[in-house]
Every structure is written in C-alpha cells, then in structure tokens.
C-alpha cells in the first residue's frame, strides 16, 4: 500500500511517512495509490466483530504489515481505546420511528474525534520511539480537535503539541479541555478569528518545507491521512449493525444504508466517500448548518467561501473552508490530480470555485446534502426530547433534522452520525427548553487551573499569527535537542 496526493505531485509514499505528515508538499492531501475493496464475503466475516477489532481489520488494509506487525496493531488500537466510557467504545441509540443514533462520542473529551485521534497518536508514538526520535504537531481547531489532540499527546516525551483555537467561538466545555491540560508538552493559542482564518497561517507554515523538515512538524486535523482512515471504521460498524446485510439471501445485492452526518470540514464525510467507493452500500448525507458551502457545492456547483463564518449554536462545524472536499473531488474525477489541483488552488486563490454542471452532477449522486438554521436546530432537540427523552448535542440535531424533515424511503435504513455528547454544548441544550445534569468530568474542568496565549487580531494578522507560531515551534524544538527531530 502506498500513497499519492491528491494533486499528482507526489505518488509512492509509505503509511509511516504519510503519517508524519500534513499537507502534502505539494499543497495536496494524501490517499492511497489503489483503494482495496471490500467484498460482500469480507463484510458478511466482520459481522459481530466489536469495534475495536474492526478498527484493526480495517487499519490492516492500508498498513502493510512490515511498517506496523499485526500484533503490534492489535496492541496499539487496544490501548487507544480503552479508556472509552461504555465497554463497546461506540454505541447505537435505538430511538422511535426507526431514529438510529450512532454515539460516537464517549471519548475522553466527548467527541468523536478522541476514536481517530487516540489511535493516530498511539501510531506516531510506535515508531518515535522506535527509531528514538520527536516531532511538533500543529492543530487548527473549530472546537473538538484540539481538546481531543490536547488529551491524546498530553505527557508523551517525543510529541509536542501547538493548537490554536477562536477564540469566543467554542463553548466553554470545549475551551477548557484545552486551556486546563498545563502538561510541558502543550502549547494552546486563542486567535482572534474564526477556524478558517486560523487554517490561513496555518497552510503557510506547512507550505515551509525547511520549517516542516527541521521540527519535524505534522498535523493532526484531518488532513491527517490516519485519522480520515480510522473513521472509515465507524461507517461499516454502523452497517454491520443496522443494514439489515444479515436477512439478505447469499446471492442477493447487500441492502443499501443511509447515513447522515453532520459536516463542516469534511473529513467524517470523506470518510464515507471513501468507503462507499471501496464498495460498502451506503447512500450518504452531509448536513450542513447556515455555514453552507458544501450544501451549495452539491446543490448548484458554488464552491466559494460566503464572506464571513456565520457563528451558530453548532460551532464545530461554523467552517467555510471544507478542506476535505479535496479527497472527494479526486474520488469523483478518479483521481486526476492535475484537475483537482486546478480546483483547489483556484479556490484557495480567489476562495471560490464553480463546479463544471457534469462534476456537480456526479457529486450530487455521490452524496446527498441538507442545511439547517439554528432555529431548525432547535426545533429537532426538543421533538428529540419530548418523543424520546434523548438529547441531542447541536451538531447531532443538523444530522436527525434530516430524519424529521426528509421523507423515509420504504425498506432503506436510516443511521444518524452523534459527534459529540449534548454536556459540550449545555447553552444550547438549554435553550432547547431540555435540562441536562453534566457529568462529574465536565464539573470539574471549572477547578483546574488554565494556561494560553493570545494571538491578537492586527491589521497584517495573518502574518502575524504565523510569525508567532513560527517562533513558538523553533523554540520547542530548541529546547529538546538532545532527541534526534523526526525525518520524512
């Protein structure tokens, strides 16, 4: 198994360098050369397996064996999943009128983010250790990724970690599983932005191949090629468990699923791409809230920013940059990286692309898409709650308004995708009129002491953040000389 980007600038990479990287050096995001496919026989075997041992089987498929052994696999994904709330890591809610929520979010900082990034971490871990070595990651994050990377790296001697968040556009929760981890190795910013101006700085520092290879600097948003690999995962344990494959004859064509997700940066529903494209029968849906680009690249071919993130009551995903959508475009145009290039930088350029009516046209039969206002969001929490007692987070609420709004075709299954837990997000819930108890862990974040610096919004703040983060990462990478920096 090796890797190409997305741009066709770089092909033959192997899993462990990819690992180590963020952007390709080429501006371009990693896939595999050649995606394996799966077969009815491999799905009807992997019926009942628990989940972390299908995390296994599907990590063996893109990591050859002589760069992680099996049993070494076993042993890394069993230790990044073991410190999971519920004993089966994830869990399906069975709610009324076939309402099949996936709860992906039982982690260490209640999102679904903690399933890829405990795993990719343990992975970085293996081989710094083996081969004696450190690297700096560096994490944008609109919400959950970096508590979630904060929580995974924290106290690892060859990893440090550099996250910068917005700063008034996270809540509180999430906030603070950031800023109280006062562990040597984490280094938290707050910007005064949103995500993607913070993703801006960021591109350019990855762009500096002589600042990437002498810090050994890596990513660990979802540009991360393992952590969108570990999400396949979740896709076909929801299919295993609710696609009725099962009551299928063993001739017959394997019932279809549809799964919906709430979407802002891509990466969970490029996860879907990819495995529907390796042969799993899934009809997906990518929601939206009022940040609706994706919804408008589906709909009409408008692939632009709209001039200002929009701030809605379901933060994680207020992105108008769908990074992404990279790694769908180069599944739909079979990977023609010189097309996906001339997309992507066309609208990194001018932030704005408009999608040929046949490339619109093979999207929208890839993928379905809906967009939700807050109100709507608010709506989908409380009938949540008065016909199940369930509640639901913000984010979960732009995926099951789906299930409340859009007509249920006869015989299809339905999953909706949960990313984060409802206690993330207590002023929305309450605003939703549904009262929530938080957990004891969330409690206790209010007592512990927090650490962070601010990257203040000035007229060239662009540059500014970068040259700040910039001097941030030589400084920790100085100050740990004695440990040989990580080569790609």
Same mark, same amino acid.
């Given at each position: 198994m090796?890797?190409?980007?997305?741009?066709?600038?770089?092909?033959?990479?192997?899993?462990?360098?990819?690992?180590?990287?963020?952007?390709?050096p080429?501006?371009?995001?990693?896939?595999?050369?050649?995606?394996?496919?799966?077969?009815p026989?491999?799905?009807?075997?992997?019926?009942?397996?628990?989940?972390?041992?299908?995390?296994?089987?599907?990590?063996?498929?893109?990591?050859?064996?002589?760069?992680?052994?099996?049993?070494?696999?076993? $042993?890394?994904?069993?230790?990044?999943? #073991? /410190?999971? /709330?519920?004993?089966?890591?994830?869990?399906?809610?069975?709610?009324?009128?076939?309402? !099949?929520?996936?709860?992906?979010?039982?982690?260490?900082?209640?999102?679904?983010?903690?399933?890829?990034?405990?795993?990719?971490?343990?992975?970085?871990?293996?081989? *710094?250790?083996?081969?004696?070595?450190?690297?700096?990651?560096?994490?944008g994050?609109?919400?959950?990724?970096?508590?979630?990377?904060?929580?995974?790296?924290?106290?690892l001697?060859?990893?440090?970690?550099?996250?910068?968040?917005?700063?008034?556009?996270?809540?509180? $929760?999430?906030?603070?599983?950031?800023?109280?981890?006062?562990?040597?190795?984490?280094?938290?910013?707050?910007?005064?932005?949103?995500?993607?101006?913070?993703?801006?700085?960021?591109?350019? *520092?990855?762009?500096?191949?002589?600042l990437?290879? !002498?810090?050994?600097?890596?990513? *660990?948003?979802?540009?991360?090629?393992?952590?969108?690999?570990?999400?396949?995962?979740?896709?076909?344990?929801?299919?295993?468990?609710?696609?009725?494959?099962?009551?299928?004859?063993?001739?017959?064509?394997?019932?279809?699923?549809?799964?919906?997700?709430?979407?802002?940066?891509?990466?969970?529903?490029?996860?879907?791409?990819i495995?529907?494209?390796?042969?799993?029968?899934?009809?997906?849906?990518?929601?939206?809230? #009022?940040?609706?680009?994706?919804?408008?690249?589906?709909?009409?071919?408008?692939?632009?920013?709209?001039?200002? $993130?929009?701030q809605?009551?379901?933060?994680?995903?207020?992105?108008?940059?769908?990074?992404?959508?990279?790694? $769908?475009?180069?599944?739909?145009?079979?990977g023609?990286?010189?097309?996906v290039k001339?997309?992507?930088?066309?609208?990194q350029?001018?932030?704005r692309?408009?999608?040929?009516?046949?490339?619109?046209?093979?999207?929208?039969?890839?993928?379905?898409?809906?967009?939700?206002?807050?109100?709507?969001?608010?709506?989908?929490?409380?009938?949540?709650?008065?016909?199940?007692?369930?509640?639901?987070?913000?984010?979960?609420?732009?995926?099951?308004?789906?299930?409340?709004?859009?007509?249920?075709?006869?015989?299809?299954?339905?999953?909706?995708?949960?990313?984060?837990?409802?206690a993330?997000?207590?002023?929305?819930?309450?605003?939703?009129?549904?009262?929530?108890?938080?957990?004891?862990?969330?409690?206790?974040?209010?007592?512990?002491?927090?650490?962070?610096?601010?990257?203040?919004?000035?007229?060239?703040?662009?540059?500014?953040?970068?040259?700040?983060l910039?001097?941030?990462?030589? !400084?920790?990478?100085s100050?740990?000389?004695?440990?040989?920096?990580?080569?790609?």
């Amino acid at each position: 198994m090796q890797y190409c980007s997305t741009r066709g600038g770089v092909h033959g990479w192997d899993f462990q360098d990819v690992l180590f990287s963020g952007y390709a050096p080429d501006g371009g995001m990693f896939m595999p050369e050649c995606l394996p496919v799966l077969t009815p026989d491999t799905l009807k075997c992997w019926r009942g397996l628990s989940y972390a041992k299908l995390v296994v089987e599907v990590a063996s498929l893109f990591i050859p064996t002589q760069v992680i052994p099996r049993n070494d696999l076993e $042993v890394l994904v069993g230790e990044a999943l #073991s /410190s999971f /709330s519920v004993p089966e890591v994830v869990r399906i809610a069975r709610l009324k009128e076939g309402l !099949s929520v996936l709860e992906l979010f039982h982690g260490g900082t209640l999102a679904f983010k903690d399933l890829a990034m405990t795993c990719t971490v343990r992975f970085l871990d293996y081989f *710094l250790r083996k081969d004696n070595c450190r690297a700096t990651v560096l994490v944008g994050t609109s919400g959950d990724t970096g508590g979630s990377a904060i929580q995974s790296v924290k106290g690892l001697s060859g990893l440090d970690v550099v996250v910068v968040y917005p700063r008034g556009r996270i809540t509180p $929760v999430q906030e603070k599983h950031m800023i109280t981890c006062l562990e040597d190795n984490v280094h938290v910013f707050a910007a005064d932005g949103s995500s993607d101006d913070i993703d801006q700085s960021l591109r350019c *520092l990855f762009a500096d191949q002589e600042l990437v290879k !002498s810090h050994g600097l890596m990513s *660990l948003n979802s540009v991360n090629w393992s952590r969108v690999m570990i999400q396949l995962a979740h896709f076909i344990y929801a299919y295993l468990e609710l696609s009725d494959m099962e009551q299928s004859k063993a001739d017959a064509v394997l019932p279809e699923l549809e799964v919906v997700v709430p979407t802002g940066g891509a990466g969970n529903i490029a996860a879907g791409c990819i495995v529907k494209q390796m042969g799993l029968p899934l009809k997906l849906v990518a929601m939206v809230n #009022s940040n609706d680009i994706v919804y408008r690249t589906v709909t009409t071919g408008d692939f632009s920013m709209a001039a200002d $993130v929009i701030q809605t009551l379901a933060p994680a995903i207020d992105i108008q940059d769908p990074y992404n959508m990279e790694r $769908v475009f180069w599944l739909l145009l079979d990977g023609d990286g010189a097309l996906v290039k001339t997309i992507m930088e066309e609208f990194q350029h001018s932030h704005r692309h408009a999608l040929s009516e046949n490339h619109r046209q093979l999207l929208s039969q890839f993928l379905s898409t809906g967009t939700v206002a807050d109100e709507g969001i608010l709506d989908t929490m409380r009938r949540c709650w008065e016909e199940n007692q369930y509640i639901l987070c913000p984010h979960t609420a732009v995926a099951v308004w789906h299930h409340y709004n859009c007509p249920h075709s006869p015989g299809l299954n339905r999953c909706y995708v949960a990313t984060a837990s409802p206690a993330k997000f207590s002023a929305a819930v309450q605003r939703a009129g549904v009262t929530l108890q938080p957990p004891e862990a969330v409690q206790a974040l209010d007592k512990l002491a927090t650490r962070y610096q601010n990257l203040e919004r000035s007229l060239n703040w662009c540059k500014d953040w970068e040259e700040r983060l910039r001097e941030k990462i030589e !400084s920790v990478s100085s100050s740990k000389k004695n440990i040989g920096t990580y080569k790609k």
